[in-house]
């Protein structure tokens, strides 16, 4: 990762970063070094205390500088009175753990390199509070609810600290009864929230483990922009057997609808004094190309052509009264 991302600008409360305390930030890559070999050193599979694995890492020499001065120019609420200084480098909980926090959180964590258990963040970590102004501060940062940390064995062959790294097993695809009355039945109980949310979007809960399909679920589910071929795919991987015939033409005859009918665009419906004016407009060469014909005296313009059209109409002797847009 490169030093021009420094993941201290995920915690916003600390202020300065972007003004004359990013002159005092030190190296981001000078910082993730010794996080990472204090997250060697954890016992794989076996949760550990956020606060005793950072009192291992000063302990141990793990211990790393987030800015190079006193960090005076860093900052919470007020640049005076909550400047960082006043604690005498900024402090070690405020500062180091703070980093910490956001770079397992956001990173170690979704490579897979750790498990965590987290809370809210509200009233997680109150080790700010005795400063200036901070009373109103639920949280300091959003990761303050991170509590416990757990080396996957991933991570350990990552960090160079395992002999090696066998992927387990997939676990099966929940296996669903997709029924010809147009039921979807998760017989075995093993659909994950994620996958209950998908079918959701399309189906209506008809019980817990079941929901039902309708043109009208399957046309609300296109209008807000879903598709029919993801939700054919899902059927597909997910399902103990093939669709049956009932569910494929229903399938085919709502994403035949989708395509019938598709958004153009907006624009502007233009009244004129009679037909003969429409077709006069509509058959100059000057403005032919930016309208068309919408009834017998009215013409409609795309929204991307209304400045074109309104200088073409100029040219040819007629203006529409009122504001240009």
């Given at each position: 990762?490169?030093?021009?991302?420094?993941?201290?600008?995920?915690?916003?409360?600390i202020?300065?970063?972007?003004?004359?305390?990013?002159?005092?930030?030190?190296?981001?890559?000078?910082?993730?070094?010794?996080?990472?070999?204090?997250?060697?050193?954890?016992?794989?599979?076996?949760?550990?205390?956020?606060?005793?694995?950072?009192?291992?890492?000063?302990?141990?020499?793990?211990?790393?500088?987030?800015?190079?001065?006193?960090?005076?120019?860093?900052?919470?609420?007020?640049?005076?009175?909550?400047?960082?200084?006043?604690?005498?480098?900024?402090?070690?909980?405020?500062?180091?753990?703070?980093?910490?926090?956001?770079?397992?959180?956001?990173?170690?964590?979704?490579?897979?390199?750790?498990d965590?258990?987290?809370?809210?963040?509200?009233?997680?970590?109150?080790?700010?509070?005795?400063?200036?102004?901070?009373?109103?501060l639920?949280?300091?940062?959003?990761?303050?609810?991170?509590?416990?940390?757990?080396?996957?064995?991933?991570?350990?062959?990552?960090?160079?600290?395992?002999?090696?790294?066998?992927p387990?097993?997939?676990?099966?695809?929940?296996?669903?009864?997709?029924?010809?009355?147009?039921?979807?039945?998760?017989?075995?109980?093993?659909?994950?929230?994620?996958?209950?949310?998908?079918?959701?979007?399309?189906?209506?809960?008809?019980?817990?483990?079941?929901?039902?399909?309708?043109?009208?679920t399957?046309?609300?589910?296109v209008?807000?922009?879903e598709?029919?071929?993801?939700?054919?795919?899902?059927?597909?991987?997910?399902?103990?057997?093939?669709?049956?015939?009932p569910?494929e033409?229903?399938?085919?005859?709502?994403?035949?609808?989708?395509?019938?009918?598709?958004?153009?665009?907006?624009?502007?419906?233009?009244?004129?004094?009679?037909?003969?004016?429409?077709?006069?407009?509509?058959?100059?060469?000057?403005?032919?190309?930016?309208?068309?014909?919408?009834?017998?005296?009215?013409?409609?313009?795309?929204?991307?052509?209304?400045?074109?059209?309104?200088?073409a109409?100029?040219?040819?002797?007629?203006?529409?009264?009122g504001?240009?847009?």
């Open positions: 990762m490169a030093d021009d991302f420094d993941e201290l600008s995920r915690v916003e409360a202020r300065g970063q972007s003004g004359r305390g990013r002159r005092s930030l030190t190296d981001p890559s000078s910082r993730r070094i010794p996080v990472s070999d204090a997250l060697a050193d954890c016992p794989v599979d076996r949760w550990v205390a956020i606060d005793e694995f950072f009192r291992y890492m000063r302990a141990a020499g793990h211990d790393f500088d987030v800015a190079d001065d006193d960090a005076w120019d860093l900052y919470i609420i007020d640049k005076q009175y909550g400047s960082l200084g006043y604690a005498g480098y900024g402090d070690w909980d405020t500062l180091q753990a703070r980093y910490a926090l956001c770079l397992i959180f956001e990173y170690a964590a979704t490579l897979g390199l750790v965590v258990a987290y809370t809210p963040p509200a009233g997680a970590r109150p080790d700010y509070h005795d400063r200036w102004g901070t009373d109103d639920a949280f300091l940062s959003r990761y303050d609810g991170l509590k416990f940390i757990r080396l996957t064995p991933l991570g350990a062959y990552i960090l160079g600290v395992g002999e090696g790294y066998e387990g097993e997939a676990e099966p695809a929940a296996a669903l009864d997709v029924l010809p009355n147009f039921e979807i039945v998760d017989g075995a109980r093993g659909l994950s929230p994620a996958d209950r949310l998908l079918l959701e979007r399309y189906a209506e809960p008809v019980s817990e483990h079941v929901w039902r399909m309708s043109p009208d399957l046309l609300t589910a209008e807000a922009g598709s029919i071929d993801a939700l054919r795919s899902f059927l597909a991987s997910h399902g103990k057997r093939q669709v049956p015939g569910v033409r229903l399938l085919d005859d709502i994403a035949a609808r989708a395509r019938a009918v598709r958004d153009a665009g907006a624009a502007r419906l233009i009244e004129c004094g009679d037909a003969h004016m429409a077709e006069l407009i509509t058959a100059d060469s000057r403005t032919a190309g930016l309208c068309f014909r919408a009834g017998d005296k009215r013409v409609v313009v795309p929204a991307a052509a209304e400045r074109a059209f309104r200088r109409l100029r040219e040819a002797g007629y203006v529409i009264p504001q240009l847009p």
